[in-house]
């Protein structure tokens, strides 16, 4: 990854989801309202500064650029484009939620 790129997986769940009730809402469904998505980072560039490999990030997925490698899908953003980084390396008192 070059500059403040980061990597990240897509989730194969995530393009439906159950209501409460148990109803499948497919990804294709219009709900009104922007919904983000969380991923887990692979890589990261060497500017990027809040994120590391392995924290799960919040982002909007309609601002996004897939890539398939060797069959896998990701996405590639600048590290701008994250909303939230949720990470384990931080105090036990802490969040570990950055927003």
């Not at 600048?78 to 931080?90: K, Y």
Request: glycine share 8%.
């Amino acid at each position: 990854m070059l500059h403040d790129r980061v990597l990240v997986e897509v989730d194969p769940q995530e393009g439906e989801r159950r209501s409460s009730g148990g109803i499948v809402i497919p990804a294709t469904a219009a709900m009104g309202a922007q919904r983000l998505a969380w991923s887990r980072v692979v890589a990261v560039g060497p500017h990027a500064r809040a994120v590391e490999t392995g924290d799960r990030v919040l982002f909007d997925p309609t601002e996004k650029a897939e890539v398939e490698v060797q069959g896998e899908t990701y996405v590639v953003m600048r590290e701008r484009d994250v909303h939230a980084v949720a990470a384990e390396r931080l105090e036990p008192e802490s969040t570990g939620l950055y927003l």
